[in-house]
């Protein structure tokens, strides 16, 4: 068993006002512009959506702390039911959207929900009571219907589409919520402080300690070396300990001595040396002279195992490597100097190093310390250890200039794609013709009375016709009309004539008929003797039709027929191909499925969004990493680029599903480095598993 975590709540920020007032404004943002994506809306309609979410809002962040008979009775009745007792379908119904969109939605907001605990000092607030949380969304849906006075089955049929699409979309606001919060310095409570009943119940009934599955590998990594030291104290074990003397195992003489120490080891250049793979020597606490009994000696090691990790990262480039190495001990030191350091997810330090790794995502592995974006990171890491001795508002200075960095390099591969865009209009217009001319003549070929040998041509010939048909002219013209009755005759002309004015009929429709196909075997260029073949099964076909006869047997019925129009052989299975398309100095890779035909339809993904840095697999196992500059609403195609790349690629979203799901692919500007780091470090630290189990 793992000493106990501490019971301190986090420190909510001193502008914790302004941050909850900024918050709402940008969530209620992005609730509207969700809403009008799913449907558009009047204005008036979409301003009571958004007063009504922003109310539940106000509601909840003003709702002073609450005893727990309070909880169980008033607040529950008031908060869950969303609409009056006349209507209890409407009530139920939003019950379960609201309980819906918590399940699809349960790891994002649980980040969130934390955040909000610290930024309202509330461990008492409970997860189904999120300011941002589906409730919120519910509210506002209910004003929404009655705006639109919608009727009792209206309204059940809006809250039915929006809660598909909610559940598909609304986790990618979540995720803009928690970098928005993480930005303006609200860290995460630690769950074991929270005291709402659900969470605390729901805990006693698993019989683990609440939420430790969940807390800041950081800190339980500290947790576990703390386990580690024989013979210490009780409360050695509480991850969040006072930096300095008034409550450390370690002397205030001592304690100075160690900062003097860093402080000599930060004049000195050190670690000037270098460990195993060229990184900066790791500093532990044996090498600064910490007792090993001492909370500080715990901090020292825990930090220098995540260095380790960091060291070790594949993902990042040497020369970042070697910036972020440089400031492990100005980060070290606010270790020391912060309580909060191991529990505070959003602290300066910490956010430092990661916006350096955000920062750095998508540069080649291979990139040397002269490319500007490498030599800017160093250029801040210096001015960092120039600059910090106990204040950590030069942290926060440096990660707006990381921002700056940031946005520049987003702004660069945005401008890249942009070139691209009209490539892709044409490429997605090709999409559509091979769309829409399969989808023609697959209602053809599903007519029972269609000979396997006519539908094999038209499969591998007649829609290709069609294809440039719908390239040059459209569906809604007399052109296209006339190249797809043609096939309609073509049936027509093959079934027995048993009348004779059907017979005279044929003959006065084979001449323009044959005319229209020729026309159209001669545009896509089908080989002589293809057309010859084809033209003569025609004509054995309609002979026996004016004859009054079935047609001769085909394939099916053991008739050697030519190759060339013989059935279709059944489609290869569906696999990634990757192919080049250069257009002038553009050069476009495309990674798309080959093999078969694909799903036609709207393609809907929540996996990644626009702006997310992917990491992803090229084909040969070549590693890319680029920017998420467009995603197609129809296909779900994306377009990637990279300032460093002399390419786009397009990607097919089912691809990038598969990799995402085998663990090929990541989202790379979503990780943090810090937390990555740690979690590796916990791992392999002893009694990591105790942590885990306590």
Not at 402 to 410: F, G, H, V
Not at 431 to 453: K, L, T
Not at 567 to 573: D, L, Q, T
């Amino acid at each position: 068993m793992a000493p106990p975590v501490s019971n301190e709540i986090l420190q909510a920020p001193d502008d914790a006002w302004e941050i909850l007032r900024d918050c709402r404004v940008f969530f209620l943002k992005q609730l509207a512009r969700l809403l009008q994506e799913a449907e558009p809306f009047p204005e008036e309609p979409l301003r009571a959506f958004v007063k009504a979410a922003g109310a539940y809002f106000d509601d909840i962040v003003s709702t002073e702390k609450r005893s727990r008979f309070d909880q169980l009775g008033k607040l529950t009745a008031s908060r869950i039911s969303l609409v009056g007792e006349d209507d209890l379908e409407l009530d139920i119904r939003l019950g379960s959207f609201v309980a819906q969109l918590l399940e699809t939605n349960s790891g994002e907001l649980w980040r969130v929900y934390l955040r909000f605990v610290t930024l309202l000092g509330r461990p008492d607030l409970s997860p189904s009571d999120n300011p941002v949380g589906p409730k919120a969304v519910a509210k506002g849906l209910v004003a929404l219907c009655t705006a639109l006075d919608d009727d009792h089955e209206r309204a059940l049929d809006r809250i039915a589409r929006l809660e598909d699409y909610f559940g598909e979309f609304l986790p990618g606001v979540y995720l803009a919520l928690n970098d928005f919060l993480v930005g303006r310095g609200v860290s995460a409570a630690q769950p074991a402080i929270v005291t709402a009943p659900d969470v605390v119940d729901r805990s006693a009934e698993s019989g683990a300690t609440p939420g430790m599955l969940a807390i800041d590998p950081a800190a339980a990594l500290q947790q576990s070396l703390l386990g580690q030291h024989a013979g210490a104290p009780q409360g050695a074990g509480q991850v969040a300990w006072t930096g300095g003397a008034a409550a450390s195992l370690v002397a205030q003489a001592m304690f100075g001595r160690l900062l003097a120490r860093l402080d000599d080891l930060e004049r000195a250049g050190s670690p000037a040396g270098e460990g195993k793979g060229g990184a900066p020597r790791l500093l532990n606490a044996t090498e600064l002279g910490v007792p090993s009994g001492a909370p500080e000696a715990a901090a020292i090691d825990a930090l220098a195992m995540i260095f380790e990790a960091i060291f070790e990262s594949p993902a990042l480039p040497d020369a970042i490597k070697s910036a972020l190495g440089s400031l492990q001990i100005p980060t070290l030191k606010a270790a020391m100097q912060d309580s909060t350091f191991f529990t505070a997810d959003a602290h300066p330090a910490r956010q430092l190093l990661d916006k350096m790794a955000r920062a750095a995502v998508g540069l080649p592995f291979d990139v040397t310390s002269r490319h500007p974006l490498c030599a800017s990171i160093q250029q801040i890491a210096s001015r960092v250890r120039a600059e910090f001795a106990s204040d950590t508002q030069v942290f926060l200075k440096h990660v707006a200039e990381l921002d700056k960095l940031i946005a520049e390099r987003d702004s660069a591969a945005a401008q890249a794609a942009a070139a691209y865009r009209p490539l892709l209009q044409r490429l997605e217009k090709s999409d559509q013709a091979d769309a829409r001319s399969r989808e023609a003549i697959d209602q053809f070929c599903m007519n029972p009375e269609m000979p396997a040998e006519i539908a094999g041509f038209l499969r591998e010939h007649w829609q290709r016709v069609l294809r440039q048909v719908w390239l040059e002219h459209g569906d809604d013209t007399p052109q296209w009309q006339e190249n797809t009755l043609v096939i309609d005759n073509l049936l027509w002309s093959i079934r027995p004539k048993i009348e004779l004015e059907e017979r005279k009929q044929l003959a006065r429709v084979l001449p323009q008929m044959l005319q229209v196909l020729a026309a159209g075997m001669q545009r896509v260029s089908v080989p002589d003797a293809t057309r010859a073949e084809f033209l003569d099964t025609c004509f054995a076909l309609q002979t026996a039709a004016m004859r009054g006869a079935s047609r001769p047997p085909a394939v099916d019925d053991e008739v050697p027929a030519s190759p060339e129009i013989a059935a279709p052989r059944p489609a290869a299975s569906v696999h990634p191909s990757v192919s080049e398309l250069k257009v002038g100095s553009q050069l476009l890779k495309i990674f798309d499925l080959a093999g078969g035909p694909r799903t036609p339809g709207r393609y809907r993904q929540s996996q990644v969004r626009s702006g997310d840095w992917l990491t992803f697999c090229l084909a040969d196992d070549q590693v890319l990493c680029g920017r998420i500059c467009s995603i197609n609403k129809g296909n779900g195609k994306l377009l990637l680029a990279n300032p460093d790349w002399a390419f786009a690629v397009l990607l097919h979203p089912s691809i990038m599903d598969g990799q995402l799901k085998d663990g090929q692919a990541r989202v790379s500007s979503r990780v943090s480095l810090f937390n990555a780091a740690a979690e590796q470090a916990l791992q392999r630290a002893p009694g990591a598993e105790q942590v885990r189990q306590s």
